[in-house]
């Protein structure tokens, strides 16, 4: 059994063959896949999606640079529809800081840390993002108390890493560990009941196509080799960790 905790369905590239794809995911034994929202468009569409296929549960989100986008105005539009759909959604995210393309750190700030306490009162998990801003996700992690949390594509050092571990928090661990010395580094000194798999599909592209969910199956088939047990062993753990993350 596989699980994509990371994932854009409602991208463009997929608009024209979702119903193959998802039938394609359900021969390749994957039993869920988190789509993750990027505004409230994204968020709508990912809503739509969880509807009409069981295989997809929404989660709703606001993507760092999108954020430096929006109002206030727009941004308690998005919020609203947060609450108003929080028993439709298994969790918040994507969200985060993005310190690479960032334009405005302080509005992304702002708003990850509203929806971090949303979070914490509609009482839903997080799917982060951290890139090359790691120190100020973790500070404003640790200064909000948060608990149920996923880095997702985690590409930070190993002391961040290790205080991610020390919190009980996760990391979500993408395909292209296959050929990245860092994720394999990272699986190495986190233990397995703190990982997860993602594919952030269709981003994070795989042998020069668009990635899709069922390539986890790479994800699981290295982590396997990394932690010296076989893969039906580490995808049933992967997959208690998802429930004990999302659903319990």
């Not at 982590?223 to 010296?228: E, M, V």
């Given at each position: 059994?596989?699980?994509?905790?990371?994932?854009?369905?409602?991208?463009?590239?997929?608009?024209k063959n979702i119903n193959e794809l998802i039938e394609?995911?359900?021969?390749?034994?994957?039993?869920?896949?988190?789509?993750?929202?990027?505004?409230?468009?994204?968020?709508?569409n990912t809503l739509e999606l969880s509807k009409n296929?069981?295989?997809?549960?929404?989660?709703?989100?606001?993507?760092?640079?999108?954020?430096?986008?929006?109002?206030?105005?727009?941004?308690?539009?998005?919020?609203?529809?947060?609450?108003?759909?929080?028993?439709?959604?298994?969790?918040?995210?994507?969200?985060?800081l993005d310190g690479k393309y960032s334009k405005d750190?302080?509005?992304?700030?702002?708003?990850?840390?509203?929806?971090?306490?949303?979070?914490?009162?509609?009482?839903?998990?997080?799917?982060?993002?951290?890139?090359?801003?790691?120190?100020?996700?973790?500070?404003?992690?640790?200064?909000?108390?948060?608990?149920?949390?996923?880095?997702?594509?985690?590409?930070?050092?190993?002391?961040?890493?290790?205080?991610?571990?020390?919190?009980?928090?996760?990391?979500?661990?993408?395909?292209?560990?296959?050929?990245?010395?860092?994720?394999?580094?990272?699986?190495?000194?986190?233990?397995?009941?703190?990982?997860?798999?993602?594919?952030?599909?269709?981003?994070?592209?795989?042998?020069?196509?668009?990635?899709?969910?069922?390539?986890?199956?790479?994800?699981?088939?290295?982590?396997?080799?990394?932690?010296?047990?076989?893969?039906?062993?580490?995808?049933?753990?992967?997959?208690?960790?998802?429930?004990?993350?999302?659903?319990?």
């Amino acid at each position: 059994m596989l699980i994509d905790v990371h994932a854009h369905l409602d991208n463009e590239l997929f608009s024209k063959n979702i119903n193959e794809l998802i039938e394609e995911c359900k021969k390749n034994n994957v039993k869920e896949i988190i789509n993750n929202g990027l505004n409230l468009e994204s968020n709508k569409n990912t809503l739509e999606l969880s509807k009409n296929f069981d295989l997809i549960k929404a989660s709703f989100g606001l993507y760092p640079l999108e954020a430096e986008k929006i109002n206030s105005s727009n941004f308690n539009k998005l919020k609203s529809h947060i609450i108003e759909n929080s028993e439709n959604i298994i969790a918040i995210g994507e969200i985060g800081l993005d310190g690479k393309y960032s334009k405005d750190l302080k509005l992304q700030e702002k708003y990850f840390t509203e929806l971090l306490k949303l979070a914490k009162e509609i009482n839903k998990p997080i799917i982060v993002h951290s890139r090359q801003a790691e120190l100020k996700v973790l500070e404003l992690l640790k200064i909000n108390k948060m608990e149920k949390v996923v880095m997702h594509s985690f590409t930070g050092n190993k002391k961040i890493a290790k205080e991610i571990i020390n919190n009980n928090w996760f990391f979500s661990i993408p395909p292209c560990i296959i050929n990245s010395k860092h994720f394999q580094f990272l699986v190495e000194i986190t233990p397995i009941e703190n990982l997860l798999t993602e594919t952030d599909s269709p981003y994070q592209y795989t042998n020069h196509e668009p990635n899709k969910p069922f390539f986890v199956k790479y994800s699981i088939e290295m982590i396997s080799k990394i932690k010296n047990s076989n893969e039906k062993n580490i995808s049933q753990k992967v997959f208690d960790n998802y429930k004990n993350v999302f659903i319990n």
